[in-house]
């Protein structure tokens, strides 16, 4: 009988093991995760609480206007993931379809910021994204998309389609 109590107690081991390793794999799968958030690639919502935190110390927002950003900012995220997913083909025309949609949903988000905030706050919020923008440019220098010339003329995207 005691034969049988060893056998049986083995065999807890390894289920006890197999247990262990199916939780350290969970645990090391959800640190992969956590790194691939670290690295930039926030989801939409996360995205959305980030920037409606940032626009709430520039732009000192009332609860009722962190709300409403809240909402276009999700709006406005989850579409252009979708337009950023959506972009498979690589040629020319497709970057450019892909730039004028962009565009669009950029003139449209901040179409809804003014009817939100203040005439002040949207001056703020201007000037603020102007300064962002000149830093992402000294950031990524030639690399960026439509990098300025000196007199504010663009090195490329604008002259390219004269057909």
């Given at each position: 009988m005691e034969a049988?109590?060893?056998?049986?107690?083995?065999?807890l081991k390894r289920l006890g093991l197999g247990v262990?390793?199916?939780a350290l794999g969970v645990a090391l799968g959800g640190l992969s995760v956590a790194r691939a958030e670290d690295s930039g690639h926030e989801t939409?919502?996360?995205?959305?609480?980030?920037t409606v935190n940032e626009l709430k110390t520039k732009l000192t927002l009332s609860p009722e206007q962190e709300t409403q950003l809240r909402a276009i900012?999700?709006?406005?995220y989850e579409k252009t993931a979708a337009l950023r997913s959506a972009q498979g083909d690589k040629s020319s025309e497709a970057r450019e379809k892909y730039r004028q949609e962009r565009d669009k949903l950029?003139?449209?988000?901040?179409?809804?910021?003014?009817t939100v905030l203040t005439p002040a706050q949207m001056a703020q919020y201007k000037q603020y994204k102007e300064t962002q923008h000149g830093?992402?440019?000294?950031?990524?220098?030639?690399?960026?998309?439509?990098?300025?010339?000196?007199?504010?003329?663009?090195?490329?995207g604008e002259k390219e389609s004269s057909e």
């Open positions: 049988v109590g060893r056998g049986s107690s083995f065999y262990l390793a199916l939409p919502a996360q995205r959305v609480e980030s900012y999700l709006e406005y950029r003139q449209d988000l901040e179409a809804k910021l003014a830093e992402m440019r000294k950031k990524w220098g030639s690399h960026g998309e439509g990098k300025e010339k000196e007199g504010g003329e663009k090195e490329s």
